[in-house]
């Protein structure tokens, strides 16, 4: 089963307002990363925030990290219509192997209506 | 190059056929992942290498699916008689690195591959 789980699960908001949202996880990470997905496409990486970090900022976005409750946060400010798309995080598990793999959320899906 | 490359964009297979999925990672990435997304919300991975080596296969079915990565060829996923349940789109991912004193880097992906089991 997926270790993330993101709220909301799908958002709608009028361009230029911001956009929030959330992933909570499980396990200890080593880093959180968010990924856009655009319609029928592959994933894009927006910005991976490290376990030792707790708020990094990339343009437009600004994601929060709280190692304590197992969560991070994703906003999108000024949104615009081409911000629409599916929004991931993924977690890297510290793991006592060299297992490799990311671990995704169930996504939300964000619309911006111009 | 600079994109991680997958072929086919689709493909339809009757169930009990091969599938075979190419992936081409980006020149220069030593790690390749493959993940499975079903249902467009949720993603499952699979298998990973390390050049033609694999790193990490604890994610794959290991009845029917396989996977290489060998040298100065596309890595490739396959499917042996494929069942109805594994219609999904097959992403493939590369990276630089995955970790230095437990630090892991971004992972680029491909457009995937959308396999559609009849």
């Known amino acids: 089963s997926q270790q993330g789980e993101e709220d909301p699960q799908a958002l709608s908001i009028q361009e230029g307002e911001n956009a929030t949202m959330n992933c909570s996880y499980k396990?200890?990470?080593?880093?959180l990363q968010w990924y856009r997905q655009n319609s029928g496409r592959g994933l894009v990486h927006l910005i991976l925030?490290?376990?030792?970090?707790r708020e990094k900022h990339s343009g437009r976005l600004r994601v929060t990290l709280d190692t304590s409750k197992k969560s991070s946060s994703l906003l999108i400010t000024a949104s615009r219509a081409a911000d629409t798309a599916s929004y991931f995080c993924a977690t890297d598990a510290v793991r006592e192997t060299s297992g490799s793999r990311l671990t995704f959320g169930e996504g939300t899906q964000l619309t911006v209506n111009p | 190059g600079e994109e991680v490359a997958q072929t086919p964009k689709h493909l339809v297979r009757g169930e009990g056929q091969k599938a075979k999925l190419y992936c081409a990672p980006i020149k220069g990435h030593s790690y390749v992942f493959w993940y499975q997304q079903v249902l467009k919300n949720e993603f499952k991975f699979l298998i990973s290498?390390?050049?033609?080596?694999?790193?990490?296969e604890t994610g794959m079915p290991k009845e029917r699916f396989s996977a290489k990565c060998l040298p100065n060829s596309p890595c490739s996923l396959e499917i042996q008689a494929t069942k109805l349940e594994d219609s999904a789109v097959y992403f493939c991912?590369?990276?630089?690195?995955?970790?230095?004193?437990?630090?892991?880097?971004?992972?680029?992906f491909g457009p995937g591959t959308r396999l559609t089991v009849t």
């Open positions: 925030i490290r376990s030792n970090e």
């Open positions: 290498f390390q050049n033609e080596n694999v790193f990490d």
């Open positions: 396990t200890s990470i080593n880093n």
């Open positions: 991912a590369s990276s630089p690195r995955w970790k230095t004193s437990g630090v892991s880097y971004e992972q680029y």
